[in-house]
């Protein structure tokens, strides 16, 4: 059976664009867990229905809901995903409040069967204990996604290796779970430490899984947070106007990121002068490409070469996270 992916996205009309511009193969092969922040934009939905329509999904509330003390927020997306054909269905945590997963779970089968189930790593020998509390909840339609969060600091066989060890002493697979995932992420939280111009940084959290899966005797499908950092936090409109004009391009083991200056200042740039600069430095990479039918190159292409229009960070930002799903569902077996 084919490897998944499941890329942990969130609810921003960027997110939608990429998604829905996957090719047939990607989408086959992506499973798309979606965060919500402590607001959802009101062009989500709307782009989502228009965009990825049909794609099976599962949502994510704990974020919002340790927001706002409150569902409603999660179960208005929850049914609007539904009712607009989306197979979707919800993300229980062992880590989140009982309010939360008492909510989470009162949606369980409504559009899909099933649930995904979030544990932390550390957590997974409690996992079918915790479980079988709900007598209702069969394993065989639980999808479990371990978490084995920030992986960037820690050298990527070593930390494979003690995922393998921890994730075979819990004996998970004495139950029969729909599936078993493990989700980690390496994506730096901004470009602050890195030095003008061109970056290396590892996808380490793509080493630690290759390393795992290969010591585990079932299916360890993949999840990361794309290419960037995990963190819902939504960055001030002051801090976003003085931020660097950057592009993280994902390929094969690592991603190659192009450090820009801000678009204000004595020494600031233009945005578009800037990104046609990354989109050109980027199709002279002797890397670029490499992945059949993906839109994000296509866009690439068509900003280096296009003098009218060269996008914005909302437009960047769906190209290269579409770029990174194409390039992880075209690498996974």
Request: proline share 8%.
């Given at each position: 059976?084919?490897?998944?992916?499941?890329?942990?996205?969130?609810?921003?009309?960027?997110?939608?664009?990429?998604?829905?511009?996957?090719?047939?193969?990607?989408?086959?092969?992506?499973?798309?867990?979606?965060?919500?922040?402590?607001?959802?934009?009101?062009?989500?939905?709307?782009?989502?229905?228009?965009?990825?329509?049909?794609?099976?999904?599962?949502?994510?509330?704990?974020?919002?809901?340790?927001?706002?003390?409150?569902?409603?927020?999660?179960?208005?997306?929850?049914?609007?995903?539904?009712?607009?054909?989306?197979?979707?269905?919800?993300?229980?945590?062992?880590?989140?409040?009982?309010?939360?997963?008492?909510?989470?779970?009162?949606?369980?089968?409504?559009?899909?069967?099933?649930?995904?189930?979030?544990?932390?790593?550390?957590?997974?020998?409690?996992?079918?204990?915790?479980?079988?509390?709900?007598?209702?909840w069969a394993p065989n339609q639980i999808d479990?996604?371990?978490?084995?969060?920030?992986?960037?600091?820690?050298?990527?066989?070593?930390?494979?290796?003690?995922?393998?060890?921890?994730?075979?002493?819990?004996?998970?697979?004495?139950?029969?779970?729909?599936?078993?995932?493990?989700?980690?992420?390496?994506?730096?939280?901004?470009?602050?430490?890195?030095?003008?111009?061109?970056?290396?940084?590892?996808?380490?959290?793509?080493?630690?899984?290759?390393?795992?899966?290969?010591?585990?005797?079932?299916?360890?499908?993949?999840?990361?947070?794309?290419?960037?950092?995990?963190?819902?936090?939504?960055?001030?409109?002051?801090?976003?106007?003085?931020?660097?004009?950057?592009?993280?391009?994902?390929?094969?083991?690592?991603?190659?990121?192009?450090?820009?200056?801000?678009?204000?200042?004595?020494?600031?740039?233009?945005?578009?002068?800037?990104?046609?600069?990354?989109?050109?430095?980027?199709?002279?990479?002797?890397?670029?490409?490499?992945?059949?039918?993906?839109?994000?190159?296509?866009?690439?292409?068509?900003?280096?070469?296009?003098?009218?229009?060269?996008?914005?960070?909302?437009?960047?930002?769906?190209?290269?996270?579409?770029?990174?799903?194409?390039?992880?569902?075209?690498?996974?077996?």
């Amino acid at each position: 059976m084919p490897y998944r992916y499941i890329p942990v996205v969130r609810t921003k009309a960027g997110e939608a664009d990429a998604l829905g511009n996957l090719s047939p193969a990607a989408r086959a092969k992506t499973f798309p867990l979606v965060r919500l922040g402590a607001t959802v934009p009101q062009t989500f939905l709307p782009k989502m229905t228009l965009q990825a329509a049909g794609m099976p999904l599962a949502l994510d509330g704990v974020y919002n809901f340790d927001a706002t003390g409150s569902a409603v927020v999660f179960n208005s997306l929850f049914d609007g995903l539904g009712q607009n054909g989306f197979p979707v269905i919800p993300v229980i945590s062992y880590r989140a409040t009982q309010a939360y997963n008492i909510a989470a779970a009162q949606t369980v089968g409504r559009y899909s069967p099933g649930f995904l189930l979030q544990i932390p790593l550390a957590d997974l020998p409690n996992l079918a204990a915790w479980v079988a509390q709900v007598p209702q909840w069969a394993p065989n339609q639980i999808d479990v996604l371990i978490d084995a969060a920030g992986v960037a600091e820690h050298d990527p066989n070593l930390m494979g290796n003690y995922i393998a060890h921890t994730i075979n002493a819990a004996n998970i697979t004495a139950q029969p779970w729909r599936s078993i995932t493990l989700h980690s992420w390496s994506a730096p939280k901004d470009v602050g430490q890195l030095n003008p111009g061109r970056n290396q940084v590892s996808r380490h959290d793509w080493l630690v899984w290759m390393r795992s899966r290969n010591l585990v005797d079932f299916q360890l499908d993949y999840s990361d947070s794309g290419h960037v950092h995990p963190s819902l936090d939504e960055v001030p409109g002051y801090a976003m106007a003085n931020a660097t004009v950057s592009v993280r391009y994902a390929v094969d083991d690592h991603w190659i990121i192009h450090k820009g200056v801000s678009t204000t200042g004595p020494n600031g740039i233009p945005m578009g002068i800037q990104y046609r600069g990354h989109a050109r430095t980027l199709i002279a990479e002797p890397l670029f490409g490499g992945v059949a039918g993906c839109w994000g190159d296509t866009r690439v292409q068509h900003y280096a070469s296009t003098p009218a229009g060269t996008g914005g960070r909302g437009q960047w930002a769906a190209l290269l996270l579409n770029r990174h799903i194409s390039l992880v569902a075209d690498r996974i077996p």
